[in-house]
């Protein structure tokens, strides 16, 4: 069969659209701030992203030979990849449950959107701040509030000695400060 007619790969779309597990039952929570990014992310590839590919590949085809034709060939890839990120973000989207986490200003318990400085039994101090899936970055101290180190920590207070189960053994942790942003 010609390559013309084959997909690079069947399975290539449905591996793009798993989507991170959320516990049973779980909602998919997002700070506000993090549900703005998503949509602009959203916004600026159907709005200016794919209308730029999607010229790219009518110059291109119009040029002739489409199975040698790089700029085809790359744009129809690209554009590909664009539909892929604009099915995701629109199912993310859809199912994102907004938590403004500015609401618990000035409380000393812990909820999402909390950063929070703790001190572990190896006398490490580290500060996390609990957001949601699909904006947390770890290099920026940001987990997810499903990570184990989330799931530990939510609803202690401030002083509370907490177990964090890690593969390796079982650390104690104890919550130094807790702060929101303001609202």
């Given at each position: ?29 997002i ?18 992203e ?8 009518h ?42 986490p500015s609401?618990?200003?000035g409380?000393d ?5 909390a ?5 572990d ?14 904006e ?16 530990t ?12 189960v890690?593969?390796?053994r079982v ?7 807790v702060n929101?942003?303001?609202?």
């Amino acid at each position: 069969m010609n390559k013309a007619f084959t997909k690079e790969s069947d399975q290539e779309d449905d591996d793009e659209l798993q989507l991170p597990a959320l516990p049973t039952g779980g909602k998919n929570y997002i700070t506000p701030q993090g549900y703005a990014a998503l949509r602009a992310e959203f916004v600026d590839l159907m709005d200016n992203e794919r209308p730029k590919i999607v010229e790219a590949v009518h110059w291109a085809a119009s040029n002739g030979d489409r199975s040698e034709n790089g700029d085809y060939i790359y744009g129809k890839k690209r554009l590909r990849e664009i539909d892929r990120r604009i099915r995701f973000l629109t199912k993310r989207l859809e199912i994102a449950e907004i938590a403004d986490p500015s609401v618990h200003y000035g409380n000393d318990q812990i909820y999402f959107g909390a950063t929070v400085t703790y001190i572990d039994d190896t006398d490490l101090e580290r500060t996390v701040r609990i957001i949601g899936i699909d904006e947390a970055d770890s290099s920026k101290g940001e987990v997810s509030w499903i990570s184990p180190i989330a799931r530990t920590l939510l609803k202690a207070r401030v002083g509370d000695e907490l177990k964090l189960v890690m593969p390796e053994r079982v650390a104690t942790i104890e919550v130094l400060a807790v702060n929101y942003p303001a609202p």
